[in-house]
C-alpha cells in the first residue's frame, strides 16, 4: 500500500509500518522523531523505520544506524542509550544507573555523551564497551528529576551546554563542572543549541517560545505564538536551526489532526508545518535530507 498525500490534501492509505501517519500537506523533509513513537519519515510521509520504544533524543548517523536516549521501562527503569541498526539490532547500549537518562549525542572516535537526571545530575561521556570516560557534575536541584536537564551538547571547545528546566537557566560547563557561561530563560529551557556566530537558540516548553540570546545573554530573537497563525506551538521542546537559518520547532503537546512541527523564517513566516493523526507528539527530531541522511552539516540540533 502506498501513503498520504496530494496537493489537495487527499487522503491516502498508510503502508504497514505507518498505521496512523496522515499528513496534511505534502512532506518537505524527511525526518527522525522521537517521544512516544520513535520512527523515521521520508520526504513522501512514508515511515521507512520505526523502533519499539519511546525515546527523549535521537540521532540518524552516517553510516545509517541509529542513536536514541530511551524513557525508562521496566527491563532499564533508569533510561538508556542504544545504537541500533535500521534492523532494530542493538549494537550498543548503556543502561542509566539513576532516574533518567534524557540526551545523547554522538562524539569522535565512537564515543556517546549522555545525562543522567537524579541526586547527582551529571555529564557522561562513555566508549563502546560502556567505560566512562568523563564525567561532569551539573549544578541543578534535586527535588524534581525529571524537570533537571533535557538537551544536553559537547560544543566545539570542549565544554557542555546544558538546558536546565526547573532552574530555568542554560549554563554551559568545563570540563571539571565549573559554570562558565549562563542565560536565564523565560520559562524551562528544553533544547540550546550553540549557533557558528555564538548565539544559543533556546526552546522553552510550555512558554510555546523559542529565543535566541547572543554572548552576553541579550535576546536578540523571540518567536511566540503571537507571531503564527493559529498558535501552532504547543509545548517547545525540540527545536533545530536548519542551514538555510530556517528554525523548526515541535509541538510536544500537540495530538492527533494538530500541528506537530513548524519550520519558520527569520522573519517568523511559515514555509512548511507538518501535521499527523498520531496521538502522541514529537518530544525531539532530526532533519534529513532525501536520502534518510543528517540534512547538512550546518544543521544544528
Known amino acids: 500500500m502506498r501513503i498520504p498525500f496530494s496537493l489537495a490534501g487527499i487522503a491516502l492509505l498508510v503502508g504497514p509500518l505507518a498505521p496512523s501517519a496522515v499528513a496534511a500537506e505534502p512532506i518537505k523533509h524527511a525526518f527522525l522523531a522521537t517521544g512516544g513513537e520513535t520512527y523515521i519519515l521520508d520526504e513522501s510521509g512514508k515511515v521507512t523505520w520505526k523502533y519499539p520504544h519511546s525515546s527523549r533524543d535521537g540521532w540518524v548517523l552516517d553510516n545509517g544506524n541509529v542513536l536514541l536516549a530511551l524513557s525508562k521501562s521496566k527491563t532499564s527503569p533508569g533510561g538508556a542509550v542504544v545504537e541500533v541498526n535500521r534492523d532494530g539490532k542493538a549494537l550498543f547500549e548503556f543502561k542509566g544507573t539513576q532516574s533518567e537518562v534524557n540526551t545523547v549525542q554522538p562524539l569522535g572516535g565512537g564515543k556517546v555523551l549522555l545525562t543522567e ?87 522553552c516548553t510550555l512558554g510555546n517560545l523559542v529565543i ?36 523548526v520547532v515541535t509541538s510536544y503537546r500537540a495530538t492527533a489532526g494538530q500541528v506537530k512541527l513548524t519550520e519558520v523564517t527569520r522573519e517568523k513566516k511559515v514555509v512548511w508545518t507538518y501535521t499527523d493523526d498520531r496521538k502522541a507528539g514529537i518530544h525531539h527530531f532530526q532533519i534529513l535530507d532525501a536520502k534518510g541522511k543528517p540534512a547538512g552539516k550546518y544543521s544544528l540540533r
Open 117 to 203: 537526571a537524579g541526586d547527582k545530575p551529571r555529564v557522561l561521556e562513555v566508549d563502546r564497551d560502556g567505560k566512562v570516560l568523563a564525567e561532569v557534575p551539573l549544578q541543578a536541584q534535586t527535588k524534581d528529576h525529571h524537570l533537571q536537564t533535557r538537551m544536553s551538547r559537547k560544543l566545539a571547545n570542549g565544554n557542555y551546554l546544558v538546558p536546565q528546566l526547573l532552574d530555568r537557566v542554560v549554563r554551559e560547563y568545563d570540563p571539571k563542572g565549573k559554570v562558565v557561561w549562563e542565560v536565564k530563560t523565560p520559562h524551562m529551557p528544553f533544547t540550546a543549541i550553540r549557533l557558528p556566530d555564538g548565539n544559543t537558540l533556546i526552546g
Open 212 to 247: 535566541e540570546v547572543d554572548k552576553d545573554g541579550k535576546e536578540v530573537w523571540l518567536l511566540t505564538n503571537d507571531d503564527l497563525p493559529n498558535k501552532p506551538i504547543s509545548d517547545a521542546c525540540g527545536v533545530q536551526r536548519l542551514e538555510n537559518g530556517n528554525t
